[in-house]
């Protein structure tokens, strides 16, 4: 046996103010899912509708590495099945330095991607009720669509679950419907050409798979909240690869359609590509309407799922010193309150000096930084992977099992170094920026630890 992580061993001693494990299977599969399938249905295919049907070819890419994903944390869960995920794998790997970065942005991502969710509701709110292109007005919506999730957060996880399980079904029956009976009304000629983008096929390809990765953000969810999850050994790479197949199905059933509903140059204009596609089936508004009404309902449960999560990955560094006490405090109800709070503000921040642009824009420049501040923690956690498999699990793994972990491992870490170059330069400067920012915290907290912690 591996011995236990830091966190681990401190358990019994903090048992009293750590989360108890309320997720089972069903709401862990859930939570993945739900998290998930947000916004990024709803409103990608119009993002990546510049690059031409290659982006098809980017999202069936793209769910083979979040399967491969889902296994990788499935392991690591395994040996650290803890609140904390992906900050706990880099730490005990390589030391607190690697646990910090990585808990650092992926908490980064967090709190842009829940900014770029809020910023998707805009579209399909507009189909509801006209905004007219009035930017204040876009600007509150947006705002209002991340702070009630972010109230509601305050329940408990108990709650939070139960709205996922309760938002999950309300998003994946219709979606799933619209994806199959699409279909059948798909005309090729609203394709458009396979690369439209001008730069060459595997350029395009890069390109469209960093801006679909957001889509497949959530993927971890189920071992970042390890410390919820009943059994979590054994349900967090089950949840995870259930709840990444079916989201990867209803992507891909549901982006073909969109794409055969809606003709290109209209789709590469679209703030609701949903919505346009439904109208194309029904021939009317009210179809429209009714997918919009999911929509705003989707995104909305997907926030409330991803504040959890924004709140859980510094509650674990907290806990360990390597963020700020107050990340560390639970409320009654389980859940990191001060980390709510804090992710609330950050986004609304980011939406006030980005809504200037408009939501389309500003949609893809967030997508954009999430690419980047959410493939450092993969890249870091198959790394530890990696490294574990070569201190010694040979002599404890089958052979089989040895070859199989080491190609999760390696894959996981080679699609999220290429997803990374595919961002681009502009996505990847500003990541950097975010990242380095969070190496003066680091060197403030440590240096005010006592000797012996740090040594």
Not at 139 to 161: D, E, I, K, Q, S
Not at 360 to 374: A, E, P, Q, Y
Request: with cysteine.
């Amino acid at each position: 046996m591996t011995a236990p992580s830091p966190i681990e061993a401190e358990e019994p001693t903090q048992a009293p103010s750590a989360p108890r494990r309320t997720f089972g299977l069903a709401t862990a599969t859930a939570l993945v899912m739900g998290n998930i399938i947000g916004g990024g249905i709803f409103a990608l295919p119009a993002a990546v509708a510049p690059y031409g049907t290659v982006s098809l070819l980017a999202f069936g890419v793209l769910s083979v590495a979040a399967v491969l994903l889902a296994l990788l944390f499935g392991k690591l869960a395994r040996r650290s099945p803890v609140t904390g995920g992906l900050y706990v794998y880099p730490r005990d790997a390589f030391g607190p330095f690697a646990g910090f970065l990585s808990a650092w942005s992926y908490w980064t991502m967090c709190w842009v991607s829940i900014a770029a969710l809020a910023v998707a509701v805009v579209g399909y709110v507009d189909v509801l009720v006209p905004l007219h292109g009035n930017h204040a007005l876009e600007g509150v919506v947006a705002l209002a669509a991340l702070w009630l999730p972010a109230v509601a957060n305050f329940a408990g996880t108990r709650w939070v679950g139960a709205v996922q399980i309760v938002s999950t079904v309300l998003k994946f029956v219709p979606l799933l419907l619209v994806a199959t009976v699409g279909l059948f009304f798909v005309n090729t000629d609203n394709f458009g050409p396979f690369n439209a983008s001008g730069d060459s096929a595997p350029g395009a390809l890069a390109a469209a798979a960093a801006l679909l990765l957001y889509s497949f953000l959530g993927v971890e969810s189920a071992a970042v909240s390890a410390g919820e999850v009943e059994n979590p050994e054994r349900t967090v790479g089950r949840a995870s690869v259930l709840g990444t197949l079916a989201s990867a199905l209803v992507y891909l059933l549901g982006t073909v359609a969109v794409f055969g509903l809606v003709p290109h140059d209209k789709l590469v204009k679209s703030g609701a590509p949903f919505a346009d596609a439904v109208n194309a089936i029904t021939g009317g508004g009210w179809g429209g309407t009714a997918i919009a009404l999911v929509a705003v309902a989707s995104i909305v449960g997907c926030l409330n799922g991803w504040i959890l999560m924004a709140a859980q990955m510094p509650y674990a560094a907290a806990r360990d010193g390597l963020f700020p006490k107050p990340f560390a405090k639970v409320g009654k109800g389980g859940v990191p309150g001060f980390g709510v709070w804090a992710v609330a503000v950050l986004g609304t921040l980011l939406i006030g000096l980005n809504y200037t642009a408009g939501p389309d824009t500003t949609f893809r420049v967030l997508v954009l930084i999430t690419t980047f501040t959410g493939c450092v923690p993969y890249l870091l956690s198959a790394a530890a992977q990696l490294y574990w498999l070569a201190q010694g699990t040979r002599d404890r793994v089958r052979p089989a099992g040895l070859v199989r972990d080491l190609i999760v491992a390696a894959l996981s870490f080679a699609f999220s170094f290429w997803l990374i170059a595919g961002a681009g330069y502009a996505a990847v400067y500003q990541g950097v920026l975010f990242l380095f920012a969070g190496i003066p915290v680091y060197v403030w907290l440590r240096g005010r630890q006592p000797e012996e912690a740090t040594a």
